[in-house]
């Protein structure tokens, strides 16, 4: 993991630890329900093919901007 010097508190990274596991748990989501849709399609999923399923992932909890769920499908 790359270490870097910042004058930035520990609150704030603590948040921006929070957001990355968000991040990661999103992007596992995805990948996760790519590959079940592959072994039982064999197809892979767009864009637009994820959107049904992360609809409203910002406000059951995820606490993510809609352009970063956007960017992880």
Do not use: I, K, Q
């Given at each position: 993991m790359a270490r870097?010097?910042?004058?930035?508190?520990?609150a704030i990274l603590a948040g921006?630890?929070?957001t990355i596991e968000k991040v990661v748990?999103?992007?596992?989501?995805?990948?996760?329900l790519s590959i079940k849709v592959?072994?039982?399609?064999?197809?892979?999923l767009s864009g637009y093919d994820f959107h049904p399923f992360t609809k409203g992932a910002g406000k059951a909890g995820l606490d993510l901007h809609s352009g970063t769920i956007q960017c992880c499908r």
């Open positions: 870097f010097r910042s004058e930035v508190g520990p921006v630890a929070r748990f999103l992007w596992n989501y995805c990948d996760e592959w072994e039982r399609e064999r197809r892979f």
